[in-house]
């Protein structure tokens, strides 16, 4: 079982939708939890992170983590084509190094 | 503040030649990391430090690669007698880390160096 798993991409949204991406990780013991975005050929940039249950809002970025269901997702409200790109779920153990996700693919079409 | 700064950001060099990567994290950032990258995958940990501090190594690094922060500023990780096969991203990312606020586990990445092994 990897550590963490995405959905499989890619997700295709029309301008102004809202995409959904989850995550879920195997180690119960995870403190914190990050969303990165990476353009193609880019390094990955951090967007959100979340640390407690319950939902995190940041402009039109909507975090959301259950530790109890080790889950955790990432909305993307009015979605702009300047959104398309991989998005990397990372979690962070106690020893402090981050586990990622595949990423998930995402394509805004105007 | 700067940001995480990486060089070369681009290198392609023969099998069986070495390379050294350098990283520059954020300032006054205590926790330096390395991880690689390869197409349609999420970073892999490599190594990281706390000040001049190695305190764990993947056992994706084998003995060819070693990482230096002599200073506790900035970075090395030399690749020796390259192979096909670590043709990747390498990326570097620091954090603050003080204490036990979360918060500062936030890791910062810099652009990275890609490296082609011919």
């Known amino acids: 079982q990897k550590e963490v798993e995405q959905n499989s991409g890619p997700l295709s949204v029309p301008e102004g939708a809202i995409a959904s991406l989850n995550c879920t990780y195997s180690?119960?013991?995870?403190?914190?939890f990050f969303w990165y975005r990476q353009y193609s050929g880019k390094s990955p940039e951090l967007i959100m992170s979340?640390?407690?249950?319950g939902d995190k809002e940041d402009g039109r970025f909507t975090a959301q983590l259950n530790k109890a269901s080790q889950y955790v997702s990432l909305l993307i409200r009015d979605s702009q084509p300047s959104d398309s790109a991989t998005y990397l779920c990372?979690?962070?153990?106690?020893?402090?190094?981050?586990?990622f996700g595949a990423g998930t693919t995402v394509t805004v079409r105007a | 503040d700067t940001g995480v700064s990486q060089d070369p950001r681009h290198k392609i060099t023969k099998r069986g030649q070495n390379v050294t990567f350098r990283c520059d994290p954020i300032?006054?950032?205590?926790?330096l990391y390395w991880y690689r990258q390869t197409l349609g995958q999420g970073p892999e940990f490599l190594t990281y430090?706390?000040?001049?501090?190695?305190?764990?190594k993947s056992r994706l690094l084998s003995d060819r690669f070693s990482a230096e922060r002599p200073k506790g500023s900035f970075s090395t990780l030399e690749i020796q007698r390259t192979e096909q096969g670590d043709s990747a991203m390498y990326l570097c990312?620091?954090?603050?880390?003080?204490?036990?606020?979360?918060?500062?586990?936030?890791?910062?990445f810099g652009p990275g160096t890609r490296l082609t092994v011919l």
């Open positions: 180690d119960r013991v995870s403190q914190s």
């Open positions: 300032s006054e950032h205590n926790r």
């Open positions: 430090f706390q000040n001049e501090a190695q305190l764990e």
């Open positions: 990372a979690v962070n153990k106690v020893d402090y190094k981050l586990s």
């Open positions: 979340i640390y407690s249950n």
């Open positions: 990312a620091s954090s603050p880390k003080t204490g036990g606020d979360a918060s500062t586990d936030t890791q910062y």
